[in-house]
């Protein structure tokens, strides 16, 4: 079973930046690069939403965000190190919440998050 170990939050001022990074462990070269990964966030009292996704190698890596994020979110990732990373930059308030990593289409286990607290 994949475990997804998330890091790299924290508490940051609006228009701040940090960079979040999952690590998956038990999962093999093959099987994490054939799979999208995303970054999901539930803040409070809220619905866990998927903010980016990036394909498989097959798909050319390809990368999706959601519209509250565009242009101020970049997610990447190394299958080599089976990580998963997500540069915010511009953060604002209402991107506090907490962060998590999954695969969108084949989902695992949720790990415990990283907290990301913007404060104004």
Avoid at 32 to 40: C, E, H, N, Q
Avoid at 69 to 88: C, E, H, P
Wanted: contains cysteine; hydrophobic residues 30%; proline residues 2%.
């Amino acid at each position: 079973q994949v475990q997804l170990v998330e890091s790299g939050g924290g508490l940051v001022q609006a228009g701040g930046s940090l960079r979040l990074s999952c690590a998956a462990s038990g999962s093999t070269f093959s099987t994490f690069s054939a799979k999208t990964i995303g970054w999901y966030r539930q803040a409070p009292g809220k619905q866990r939403e998927l903010v980016a996704s990036v394909g498989s190698v097959r798909a050319g890596g390809s990368t999706n965000y959601a519209d509250s994020v565009k242009g101020r979110f970049t997610i990447s990732r190394d299958n080599a190190k089976r990580t998963v990373y997500l540069q915010m930059n511009s953060l604002k308030p209402e991107d506090t919440a907490v962060y998590y990593c999954n695969f969108p289409y084949t989902m695992t286990n949720w790990g415990q998050g990283t907290q990301v607290t913007v404060s104004s």
